[in-house]
Each structure stands twice: as C-alpha cells, then as structure tokens.
C-alpha cells in the first residue's frame, strides 16, 4: 500500500540536483560545500510530507552556506584503522557538548588509515538556526593512497523509523549501479546506496545511511574524487567499511551530546493512505498500452513509473491515481478555473469528467522545446488519475522529441473506464 511520504517534493530534488550540478561542473570546492551543506540537511526524504520538505529547504541551504563560512580548512594528518560495528548508546538528557576537534577527530579515527584534510565541520550545539542543534555534520577529503575523495558525515535525531530514515534513492531519477538494505537485528536499518554523477564523467556518489527505530542517524556520502573530476575509479571506502563506519559504537558519544528531539512525535512509520499501490497501478496500466507497445518496471524505482517503447520511440511515464474524494471535487473546479498555460487544451466530457493535456518546455510557460506531456481526467466523483511522460528511458536522459505515447494516447488511457474500479 502506497503512503502519504511516498513520494518527495519535486521542487527540493530538483534544487539538490541542480546544486550538485553546478557543484560538479565548478573547479573549486566551494560550490560543491554549499551543495554538501544543504544536500545532508536537506537531502530526499522520501516518506516526509511535501510541505515539510519545501518548508524547510530554504533554511537548509542557508545553514550550508553558514557552515561553510564558519570555518577554514583543518589540518592534515594520518588516521587509524575502521571502527568497530556496535549498537549506538542511549541518550543523555543532560548532553555534554562535542568540540570540532572532538567529532573530527572521532570521525578520522573511524577511517581506514590514510590522509584526512577538514574542509568544513563543526561541534555538536554549535547550529544558529531552529533545529542545527540536533545534527552534526561535516566534509572532508580522504586519501587512502589511490587518490583523495570527497567525504561528508553527518550524525543527526529525527522523528523518522528506520523505514523512512534509510531508503535508497529513486534509480528512476538518478543513475544507479546498485543499492542494498539490510535490517539489522536491533531494528535499525543500512542502506548502501551506489550512484552514478549525470555530470563529471566516471564520477560515483556512494551513500551509506543507518537509522534506528528512535530517529538516530548517521548518513555519508563519499565520491571517488572532486566533484568537478573523478581520480579514481571508485569512492575509497568499501561497502563493508561504509556500513562499519555508520554502525560504530563510537557514534554513541556523538549522540549523547545532542538533545532529544523537542516537541517532537515519536519515530513511527509512514501512515498508510488509501488508494492503489505503485505495482497495483503499473498492473492496470500495462493493459490499455497501445497495441505493439512494450514497457518496464525502472531499476531501483518504488514508484509508478513505467518505461514505455512504441515505433521505436522509448518514454518514461509516470501515473497517479487519487481516490474519489470531496477535495477531488474541488481540485477538478480549480482545475476548470485556474489560469492555463500557453499549451494547455481542457474538455469536459459528456459524463462529466475534465480532461486536461498540456506540453511543457524548460519551465511551467516555455513551449520550446517540449520536454515534458500530460494528461489528467477529473471523474465527477472526485477521483484523479495523471499521466506524466518524458521522452528519455529515465529522468536524467530526457530529451526534446517525439515521445512513444501521443498526448491522444494518453489522454485515451487516463479517461479508459478500468480507472473507476
């Protein structure tokens, strides 16, 4: 069953992509602490409420500019050998503040041996703005002797079960080799989760994430070089040493020094809505494709996304279903009222229900090229169904052209009567 945090707020991915974008394209490690800093406050939450992630983008990004500010460039040392795996200790209601130096060097201490240098960090109850002072965090470059790689940690409270708190990224919408989760027997849950650049050549993003059933975190991210070039073919750290690093017992000093959640609910899993699943919608869609059509299910993707090819044409589709409902009704007359975009085509059909198509280029009034079609049908009992499609095999690849499906196809397939039941 699909939930109310199932999917993430399109406006912070895109930001964060566009972030790491510029970040990987720049020379220098500014662009790319700035990224840092407002990726790991705000990176995909998948199972988080829309509102609550464009909410509180703008802060984070200011909290990634301020953090990188703050602080110089640490010194260069050696580090020991990987930390041990071990459960992470209980809280202090009363918590003892960690240094930079302190977290840094516990951080270092948890590395395989090599050479560290501190770009940016800092200590536990240091943070300015509503909410820092439940996180730590911080990057730095790791050498292991086969070149220096980009590292950013980050140790954090949230009000996130090991469900939502560890998920691996959308394949759908960022290239990915691989991402494994695995459940631990405390309840606490690692996802190793290996990504691909869409920017530098060779570039491979490897994020490890573990959370607990009370909302700890620990998150990295490592990159086989700068974001602006790969040196390496891969990140230094392994799968196994990833998932060491984020499991060590050491983490319990951390999360001792930083407060409980205030006013917070307790860690829960996502409230389940009612509606169709993502495979219970792909399996009513696949049968009112066009005849000669053939689709897929998208790697590494949770969501209805649907890889479609007619005529030699291949096109990624994504669908929504909301039931009937009394806010569907007033959706269908905001629908019917609101200002259309230059390419928007709106029809009432003899039953009732709305339909709506529309072409979109780079923004909600560009019109050339045409990047991005849809169709949705507002049934008069207030149930919704969308059709986004995208000419490109996945979100990254997509391009100007002829898409497989027509806007009259899917208009066709959004208004079938199969969607009434």
Known sequence: MSTDHDFEDEFADGFARALRGAAELAPELLGHLLMAGAEQRGRRRRHRRRAAVAGGLAVLVLAGAGGFMAVGRGPVGTVGPVGTVGPVGTVSQKPAKMSEQEVVSLVTALLPPGKVSVLAAGGTGEGKLAGAEYTVGGTLTFDDGAGAGIFDYRAERTDLMPEAGAVCMDGFTMPQDSCERTKLPDG???????????????????????????????????????????????PPLS???????????????????????????????????????????????????????????????????????????????????????????????????????????????????????????????????????????????????????WNGENGYTARPGTPALSLEQLKAIATDPAWRS
Request: glycine share 8%; net charge neutral; proline share 10%.
């Open 188 to 234: 606490s849950a690692v996802v190793i989760d290996k990504l691909r650049s869409e920017h530098t050549p060779g570039g491979r993003e490897w994020r490890a994430t573990w959370a607990a059933p009370d909302g700890r975190r620990v998150s990295v991210i490592e990159y086989n070089g700068q974001p602006a070039g790969a040196n390496r073919a891969n």
């Open 239 to 389: 799968s196994e040493q990833l998932t060491a690093f984020v499991t060590a017992a050491a983490w319990e000093r951390v999360f001792a020094a930083l407060p409980p959640l205030k006013n917070a609910p307790a860690p829960s899993t996502p409230t389940p809505v009612a509606g169709p699943s993502a495979a219970e919608l792909l399996a009513k869609l696949v049968p009112l494709l066009p005849a000669g059509a053939t689709s897929s299910t998208p790697k590494g993707s949770d969501q209805a996304n649907l890889t479609v090819t007619l005529d030699g044409r291949t096109s990624m589709v994504l669908i929504g279903v909301e039931p009937a409902s009394e806010k569907g009704k007033q959706d269908e007359k905001y629908a019917e009222t609101s200002p259309s975009t230059p390419l928007e085509v709106r029809a009432k059909l003899p039953d009732g229900t709305l339909v709506v198509t529309n072409r979109f280029g780079n923004g909600k009034t560009a019109t050339d090229p045409v990047l991005h079609w849809t169709a949705e049908a507002y049934f008069p009992d207030g149930r919704h169904v969308s059709f986004s499609e």
